[in-house]
Antibody, heavy 122, light 113 residues
Framework: QVQLVQSGAEVKKPGASVKVSCKAS????????IHWVRQAPGQRLEWLGW????????IFAQKFQARITMTRDTSMTTVYMELSSLRSDDTAVYYC???????????????WGQGTLVTVSS | DIVMTQSPDSLAVSLGERATINCKSS????????????LAWYQHKPGQPPKLLIY???TRESGVPDRFSGSGSGTDFTLTISSLQAEDVAVYSC?????????FGQGTRVEIK
C-alpha cells in the first residue's frame, strides 16, 4: 500500500533552517509528484509547492520562493523540503502528500505523510 | 490567489441526519481540459493527516462511503453527508486544484448534536 513516512518533530530557533524528509513506498516513486502542505495552529491548510521526483524539478508558492528548497533522492525514494530563515509563524505541522496522477499533476492529494511538527521558538 | 470560503465554521448534527457544508471560491475553477470543477474535499481528524474524500467536485475517492457526496458549479460547492455516523466527526476542508497556489477553505467542524 502507498505509504509516506516523514521525519520526526523539530525545534528550531528563529533564523535557522529545517529539513523535513518524506520516504515513499508502495508505488513507483518517480511516477507521482509530491506536494508539501502545512497547517499552523488554528489556521487553514497551506500549499507550499511540489517536486517532480523523476526530474527533480520543483515549483513553489510565491510566498515561500525565496526560502524554500525541495529535493529528492531516487535511490532512497525520499523527498526533502528545506525551509530557511525560520520565523515564529512558520510553526506548523508540515505534510508531504502525493499527487494521484501518473501522467502529470492533478494538484489534489490522495495520500499524505503523517505530518512533522516544526516549532520555531527562541 | 483564489480565496476559498466555507460555511458554516461549525455544525452539530444528530446521528443519522444530513450534514451540509458549503464552499465558495473567489473565481471560477472550471478546468479547460475536462470541463470539470477543480474542487476537492478532505476529512481531517485530530492527530491524523487529511483524507481525500472528493475530487473534481463530485468524484468520490475509492473506498469513501457513499454517504459522502459533492456537488456544485460556478463558484458554489457543497459536501453532503447523507446520514451522519459517529466516525464522521472531523473537520472538513475544501481545496481548489485549479491554479497555484492551491488554496484551502478554513475548515468546517462537524460534531454530533
Amino acid at each position: 500500500q502507498v505509504q509516506l513516512v516523514q521525519s520526526g518533530a523539530e525545534v528550531k530557533k528563529p533564523g535557522a533552517s529545517v529539513k523535513v524528509s518524506c520516504k515513499a513506498s508502495g508505488y513507483t516513486f518517480t511516477g507521482h509528484y509530491i506536494h508539501w502542505v502545512r497547517q499552523a495552529p488554528g489556521q487553514r491548510l497551506e500549499w507550499l509547492g511540489w517536486i517532480n521526483p523523476q526530474t527533480g524539478g520543483a515549483i513553489f508558492a510565491q510566498k515561500f520562493q525565496a526560502r524554500i528548497t525541495m529535493t529528492r533522492d531516487t535511490s532512497m525514494t525520499t523527498v526533502y523540503m528545506e525551509l530557511s530563515s525560520l520565523r515564529s509563524d512558520d510553526t506548523a505541522v508540515y505534510y508531504c502528500a502525493r499527487d494521484p496522477w501518473t501522467r502529470g499533476r492533478r494538484n489534489y492529494f490522495d495520500s499524505w505523510g503523517q505530518g512533522t511538527l516544526v516549532t520555531v521558538s527562541s | 490567489d483564489i480565496v476559498m470560503t466555507q460555511s458554516p465554521d461549525s455544525l452539530a448534527v444528530s446521528l443519522g441526519e444530513r450534514a451540509t457544508i458549503n464552499c465558495k471560491s473567489s473565481q471560477i475553477i472550471l478546468s479547460d481540459s475536462n470541463n470539470k470543477n477543480s474542487l476537492a474535499w478532505y476529512q481531517h481528524k485530530p492527530g491524523q493527516p487529511p483524507k481525500l474524500l472528493i475530487y473534481w467536485s463530485s468524484t468520490r475517492e475509492s473506498g469513501v462511503p457513499d454517504r459522502f457526496s459533492g456537488s456544485g458549479s460556478g463558484t458554489d460547492f457543497t459536501l453532503t453527508i447523507s446520514s451522519l455516523q459517529a466516525e464522521d466527526v472531523a473537520v472538513y476542508s475544501c481545496q481548489q486544484h485549479y491554479s497555484p497556489p492551491y488554496t484551502f477553505g478554513q475548515g468546517t467542524r462537524v460534531e454530533i448534536k
